[in-house]
């Protein structure tokens, strides 16, 4: 009796242990700093959830976008957990692609999300995904490099014009320095979200009021020549390959004058254990034109969000629950301080006297993404730094590969416009947007 009751209690304590990591989630996310130090800090979740085993899958920015849309388009299953953005999810919340987040955390508080984020990531007042951190565009300098040039850069900002005339004056090739960095990669949430920006603050627009392309008017033509012009001329070298992550490495090497890109990568340029250039870092909104009023703000959040195909909501949700509740924020500050939280998500960060003391970037970077739709040009779509249709991931990159080989020196601006008018027109039309 004694050894049978042994073996019961040998396979129970097997069965036990085979309980304790029975869920299992796949957790598909994108390769940028915030994201890695999340999987850094993991153990915090699985330490309180010994029953729940994380897979991470960690892909650059357009590859992540590739993979999960063909994924969810076509109800693959491979995922539990998605990082999406403020494009994806009110598109595939319509479609029935995502689950409603309705069994967060008791403690979530989801009225302590900001409003403008929380109103990207819903649909019919519900949230389908929640903010990991949310971003608006930021102008980032180098001090040192303004004080040699003799520049100041103005009180609440500059114009194009005088970046333009900055960024001429402190490049400084034969040094290994460029006048200014953007993104030049093709993609619609690479290149894309840096032109539709400077359109937007020009006053170019995508489509007119009857969805038909507009890259054949003045406008356009001034916003597709400033922008390639600069990177030809005062850019990093290859610089129609460098994406988000290419940038910041040349900011953080010193080899960028100015750097306009993701308020989120505040707290990486000016993080001296990452910034070889952090004590010279200095922050301002980004540039307009003379007189006008948009700066030209996109707006965007990464957000963690669970496909209509997972089976694992409950865990799911535990999860997400812990990435983007407000005590994920305190332990991020006390392994690695304050000025390196996930920004722009909540309320009470922006109350918090410890974050406002430590991070010198906290006040423009709320002041930014409040202001991401100041300005804009009133038009039948969302205009931040891409558009809010569902054709746009398609025609976005199309188009953003055209204005990457612009810059490359393959095609002329005016080619380059002449195509993206083609077959803009081509795919509206074939989409029924177009009669």
Known sequence: MRKYLLLFGAISTIISSAALAETSLTIATVNNGDMIRMQRLADDFTTKNPDIKLNWITLEENVLRERVTTDIATKGGQYDILTIGTYEAPIWAKRGWLLSLDK?????DKEDILPTIREALSTNNKLFASPFYAESS????????????????????????????????????????????????????????????IANTLGAKWFDENWK?????????????????????VGPGGASSNGFNENLALFQQGKCGMWIDASVAASFVSNPKESRVANEAAFALPPNVEGGESRGNWLWAWALAIPSSSSKSDAAQKFISWATNKDYLRLVASKEGWANVPPGTRKSLYDNPEYLREASFAAITSETINAANKGKPKVQYSAWGYLVIPEYQNIGTAVGQLFSAAVAGQLSVDDALAQAQSLTTREMTRAGYIK
């Open 104 to 108: 967060l955390d008791a403690d979530f």
């Open 213 to 233: 392309p507009q890259f054949n008017t003045e406008k356009w033509k001034e916003a597709a020549r400033l922008y390639v012009n600069m990177l030809r001329e």
């Open 138 to 197: 930021l102008l980032m300098y180098r001090k040192d490099l303004f004080d040699k040039a003799g520049l100041k850069m103005p009180e609440g900002g500059a114009d194009w014009q005088f970046i333009s005339e900055a960024a001429r004056k402190i490049d400084d090739k034969k040094n290994g320095i460029a006048g200014i960095c953007m993104r030049g990669k093709a993609g619609w949430g690479e290149n894309m979200v840096m032109v539709t920006s």
